[in-house]
């Protein structure tokens, strides 16, 4: 889900998000359209059926390079890493909890305002992405990700959907 | 008192000369000058060429993720750097940025528009392109250019513009078979300048050097820049080393033989002012000289030492020096004016470098003379060893005397030597500039190997087209741009790169412009193309704002676009030469040059295959026939000369016979021996025959005075083995040019030595004389 400043309503993208160990991450979009991103360490790929890839550097996105750090440290449980690029607080209990991150870089915080990440117990609910020009995007994960939306939900619906609230 | 004056004005004239001399790198001063305006083309292609200023880098010995990281850096850090005209390591992607300056040029420069117009079905494809591009990761960075780019026009030329053919990506950055990163960069500097390469190669090392994290990562350089510094270290170094250790052995040598510190210091003044005189003449004809003409001059001038030793050896502890230098002179002086006549030869070559090389050697060799002559013998010490009683000279004069000296001999001699150089298979002539190289195989090798990984410029073939003016040249290229890229398919070559590439005739340009939809017509089609998607009303305004500007734009013209950053590129694929303008194509990876230069001559004039190699080649053995009618021509005067100053033909013949003669002898070895001759064994025959020339005008001049005979014999021994240190350890340099020079005139000074000595008019039985 994402809420984009140029468009009039959210962009809802359904797919699998995995993670390949270490720095490398696969992203496949299935709905609407079909897209592949690969993510290794700084290098993005960006595969579209009948088109050539489109390559580019994670040092020209430093929003999304925070976002990686944060998940990878999560997933891989480096909690030193984790607190080496993001101050952060946790709220909650074992059964709904949610860390919020806040980048330590100013540069990273021109660009990213700051990363939700809702959870239970060991499974990961929700990433939620606020970029510092007042996008947001939420990825939801697990059971949330096949859970019924309406067509256009607001930001507010889901940060309750994520932090463990009944579906809207 | 005369030391005095003579050791000031040296002092005041190196302070002079060190103050005013510039010492010039640039190796195209050794070239022949050009005749045509191709020719002028290719000499600047040859120094000022893209390829010529490309440096080829390879990143390797580290993990491929530091590599590719150290890449970046190195990329990034030489971009800053305004000794580099452009830098690619293949990290120009989906979010390269179009130049701010050619921004509102997008639609002229684009050829996207030109099968299928920007119409509501074009742009509501990509309309739903930047809805998924917004859902991706690359979102936040493409966000900001969509109101005025919807199409991202930007990034497509950007991409565009990447070089045709580029190696593998990894980690983002090009990347070899045998996982080196790869990185182009093209120097401000010419390729040709060693001065200038070696300023830009220290800046590329400290930027590598300044990068964090480096680890075992090496960095390696290749590229015609690279090796105009190895081959200007190389050759430095062989001449300082050959420099150093010659000195050192004449200094015992002239000490071994007159056993006199005075005499040795003394002696080396006359060269000491030739030198200074050929470097003042030097600075007051040209401002300044090339460092290569510099190491010849001073190999060439070393003739000249001949002069002091002689005076030496032909002391007597009867006469003073001034009347035994006066009894000496009317021989000096023929040998000082026929060395003149001969390295004047040069000056006829018409190559600046050799020109240099002839002013200065001609200076030098007349200054060392008249001071040989006019301030030395003053200055000698008044009591002398004479010469004549050197130890066991008296046995080898007699023993030589006693050498049997048949008539037929120069005759056989004569014959076999002809039959050499006639009957010796192999070319007579090296034309391959190529073959002098002392760059190492292995360096060769390895530039070979990265010139291909990278797809970079062929270094040998250039598609050359004419044209009268620069958009006519644009117009011819895109003219050629589809039949060359069907030739790509057929693998004649793997790309080219035609100026074209880079900006659009004036012509397409105002047709693209009427192609342009209007306000109207492109605010309707947007609105078309925008149902169903989410897009926010107006956003695109601006868009429509550019390509309202676009369509009254007076269209880009070449001088316009050269003074972007991208321009530098097609600066140096469009230039002016003689009122006719060349557009210059890149080839990358020739297969079949001659189906490609069939194609080029059939496209009716205005195009061909440059071919740098055979044009150079051409033109080099063009030039050779101009050098061998200006050695013909002093030849001549230097028979003239020598049979002026001798007073007949008849002593004369004694003098050139075997002058001649040993010429021809050595050149029968080198031929014989499977040697191609250059430029370099014509010069060095030259110097070889000037100091036999000496030889001989010294042994012709038979005295019944026993003594004086071995002063002769004293003196031309010193010299023949001055001549033998210095060309002998030219001869075993690892510099092709010098060994070949060296091995020549080594060669030629002991057939020079034993022809005269045999040849010379001989009325004395053995042993008689004494």
Request: aromatic share 6%.
């Amino acid at each position: 889900m994402r809420y984009v400043g140029v468009l009039t309503r959210p962009l809802i993208l359904h797919g699998e998000l995995a993670w390949l160990g270490g720095a490398q991450l696969e992203r496949d979009v299935a709905a609407p359209y079909r897209e592949t991103t690969t993510i290794d360490g700084n290098q993005v790929r960006v595969v579209r059926p009948g088109q050539p890839p489109q390559d580019f550097d994670l040092g020209r996105a430093p929003e999304l390079k925070g976002l990686l750090t944060g998940f990878r440290a999560l997933l891989s449980g480096d909690a030193a890493l984790l607190r080496a690029t993001f101050s952060v607080s946790v709220s909650g209990d074992a059964r709904a909890w949610t860390l919020q991150l806040t980048p330590r870089d100013a540069a990273l915080t021109r660009r990213l305002a700051g990363i939700s990440v809702d959870g239970s117990g060991h499974a990961l609910r929700c990433l939620r992405m606020d970029q510092s020009n007042g996008d947001t995007s939420f990825t939801l994960l697990g059971a949330l990700a096949t859970s019924a939306l309406p067509a256009t939900p607001t930001p507010a619906e889901l940060a309750t959907l994520c932090a463990g609230g009944p579906a809207p | 008192m005369l030391l005095a004056l003579w050791l000031a004005t040296l002092a005041a004239l190196g302070w002079a000369v060190a103050m005013h001399l510039r010492v010039e790198t640039d190796l195209r001063a050794f070239l022949p000058p050009p005749r045509t305006p191709v020719q002028r083309l290719l000499l600047d292609q040859i120094g000022k060429g893209p390829g010529s200023r490309l440096l080829l880098l390879a990143i390797r010995g580290a993990p491929a993720a530091d590599l590719a990281r150290l890449s970046q850096g190195l990329a990034a850090a030489l971009m800053r750097d305004p000794q580099f005209v452009l830098v690619a390591n293949g990290g120009e992607d989906l979010l390269s940025r179009l130049d701010p300056a050619l921004l509102p040029y997008r639609y002229l420069l684009t050829p996207r528009f030109d099968a299928q117009p920007l119409d509501a079905a074009t742009l509501h494809a990509a309309l739903e392109q930047r809805l998924a591009d917004l859902g991706s990761p690359a979102a936040a960075l493409l966000e900001p250019l969509l109101p005025s780019d919807p199409t991202l026009e930007t990034l497509a030329l950007a991409r565009r513009w990447a070089p045709p053919q580029a190696p593998a990506l990894h980690g983002g950055v090009w990347f070899s078979s045998q996982g080196a990163a790869l990185l182009v960069a093209q120097t401000r500097a010419p390729g040709f300048d060693p001065a200038a390469q070696a300023t830009a190669l220290a800046a590329l090392r400290a930027r590598f050097a300044a990068l964090p994290d480096r680890g075992a990562a090496r960095l390696e350089v290749s590229g015609p820049g690279y090796f105009s510094v190895v081959v200007d270290q190389t050759v430095r170094r062989s001449v300082d080393r050959i420099g150093a250790l010659t000195t050192i052995g004449f200094v015992l040598l002239l000490l071994a033989a007159y056993r006199s510190v005075p005499s040795l210091l003394l002696g080396a003044l006359p060269v000491a002012t030739g030198a200074l005189a050929g470097l003042t003449a030097l600075v007051l004809a040209y401002g300044g000289a090339h460092g290569i003409t510099l190491a010849f001059g001073f190999t060439l001038l070393g003739v000249a030492q001949e002069y002091p030793i002689r005076v030496l050896s032909h002391r007597s502890p009867a006469v003073s020096a001034v009347t035994s230098v006066r009894a000496l002179w009317p021989l000096l002086r023929t040998a000082i004016v026929s060395t003149a006549i001969a390295y004047g030869a040069f000056y006829a070559s018409g190559v600046p470098g050799l020109q240099q090389l002839a002013v200065f050697a001609v200076a030098g060799v007349l200054a060392a003379g008249l001071a040989t002559r006019w301030l030395l013998p003053p200055l000698l010490p008044v009591r002398v060893r004479d010469a004549a009683d050197t130890p066991g000279l008296a046995w080898l004069a007699a023993r030589l005397d006693a050498l049997p000296r048949p008539r037929w001999l120069p005759a056989l001699l004569l014959l076999a030597a002809l039959a050499a150089i006639a009957l010796a298979p192999g070319p007579f002539w090296q034309n391959d500039l190529g073959a002098l190289t002392p760059v190492p195989p292995a360096l060769l090798a390895r530039d070979a190997a990265l010139r291909q990984a990278l797809g970079a410029p062929d270094v040998r073939y250039q598609l050359l087209l004419q044209a009268p003016g620069a958009d006519a040249v644009l117009t011819l290229s895109e003219h050629l741009a589809p039949a060359l890229r069907g030739l790509e398919q057929r693998g004649v070559l793997a790309a080219a790169e035609l100026p074209s590439r880079y900006l659009p005739s004036l012509a397409v340009q105002r047709a693209r412009q009427a192609r342009l939809p209007d306000r109207a017509a492109l605010t309707a089609d947007l609105a078309v193309a925008e149902r169903g998607l989410p897009y926010r009303p107006g956003l695109f305004a601006p868009f429509v704002a550019d390509v309202e500007r676009a369509r009254a734009l007076p269209p880009l013209t070449p001088a316009a676009f050269e003074r972007t950053p991208l321009g530098a590129r097609l600066a140096s694929m469009l230039v002016t030469q003689g009122g006719q303008w060349y557009g210059l194509g890149a080839l990358v990876d020739v297969r079949d040059p001659q189906a490609l230069a069939h194609w080029a001559d059939a496209q009716g004039g205005g195009v061909r295959l440059l071919d740098l190699k055979a044009t150079s080649e051409q033109w080099v053995a063009a030039y050779r026939a101009r050098i061998l009618k200006a050695l013909a021509a002093s030849a001549f005067l230097l028979v003239l000369a020598v049979t002026l100053a001798l007073r007949g033909p008849r002593r004369a013949w004694h003098v050139l016979a075997p002058m001649t003669l040993a010429t021809l002898l050595a050149l029968a070895t080198l031929r014989a021996t499977g040697i191609a001759l250059t430029l370099f064994h014509l010069v060095a025959l030259i110097l070889a025959a000037g100091l036999g020339l000496h030889y001989a005008l010294f042994f012709e001049r038979d005295s019944d005075d026993a003594a004086e005979r071995r002063r002769t014999l004293h003196a031309t021994l010193v010299c023949v083995a001055a001549a033998l240190l210095v060309f002998g350890s030219l001869a075993v340099s690892d510099v092709p040019v010098l060994r070949a020079i060296g091995l020549t005139v080594a060669l030629g000074v002991g057939y020079h030595f034993a022809l005269s000595l045999l040849m010379a008019p001989h009325r004395h039985a053995a042993g008689a004389g004494r």
